[in-house]
T-cell receptor, first 111, second 112 residues
Framework: QQQVKQSPQSLIVQKGGISIINCAYE??????FPWYQQFPGKGPALLIA?????SEKKEGRFTISFNKSAKQFSLHIMDSQPGDSATYFC??????????FGAGTILRVKS | DGGITQSPKYLFRKEGQNVTLSCEQN?????MYWYRQDPGQGLRLIYY???????QKGDIAEGYSVSREKKESFPLTVTSAQKNPTAFYLC???????????FGQGTRLTVV
């Protein structure tokens, strides 16, 4: 009930391509879905977050798509750049439940 | 500068020793968390605290202890009972459960 399943485990994309990372959750009470970006040796930092009252949120080259009925959400990175190479974590929570993280996706953007 | 400060950045421990990792925040956040990260794995929750003088076990609390005597501070002790302590430890804080969590830069603990 508390799990968030993230895929793929790793991803290689050509520079300029689209990177897509998917997450699925089980707890229908979750109402906050953030994505975190982590560079080697650093702590994760919030990239973008969505709440279930919208189906899509875009910030620059980063977009979250949210499908409430399927209990899935995904991160799209448009025009992927080598500087986007990092580990990405999805997560979910609500007022009464702490953040639950996915296992992470290691993204490598080839120049 | 507001944020979360973890210290030290690197820590070496001899087998059988207890060590304490420091986490301080000046964001006035009520909730604080400790996570463990192993290579190729996600973030596993060790302990969390929603308020001063109260804390709860996370998913992997065995071999760890915490205290929350001040709002700003949430130190983690890795005890000798933790059989595999070598890992990257991350501290985080947030206003509440469903708001942005801010992470520190981590402490890399190695058993020698």
């Amino acid at each position: 009930q508390q799990q968030v399943k993230q895929s793929p485990q790793s991803l290689i994309v050509q520079k300029g391509g689209i990177s897509i990372i998917n997450c699925a959750y089980e707890n229908t009470a979750f109402d906050y879905f953030p994505w975190y970006q982590q560079f080697p040796g650093k702590g994760p930092a919030l990239l973008i977050a969505i709440r279930p009252d919208v189906s899509e949120k875009k910030e620059g080259r980063f977009t979250i798509s949210f499908n409430k009925s399927a209990k899935q959400f995904s991160l799209h990175i448009m025009d992927s750049q080598p500087g986007d190479s990092a580990t990405y974590f999805c997560a979910a929570s609500n007022r009464g439940n702490k953040l639950v993280f996915g296992a992470g996706t290691i993204l490598r953007v080839k120049s | 500068d507001g944020g979360i400060t973890q210290s030290p950045k690197y820590l070496f421990r001899k087998e059988g020793q207890n060590v304490t990792l420091s986490c301080e925040q000046n964001l006035n956040h009520d909730a604080m968390y400790w996570y463990r990260q192993d290579p190729g794995q996600g973030l596993r929750l060790i302990y969390y605290s929603q308020i001063v003088n109260d804390f709860q076990k996370g998913d992997i609390a065995e071999g760890y202890s915490v205290s929350r005597e001040k709002k700003e501070s949430f130190p983690l002790t890795v005890t000798s009972a933790q059989k595999n302590p070598t890992a990257f430890y991350l501290c985080a804080s947030s206003i509440g459960f469903n708001t942005e969590a801010f992470f520190g830069q981590g402490t890399r603990l190695t058993v020698v």
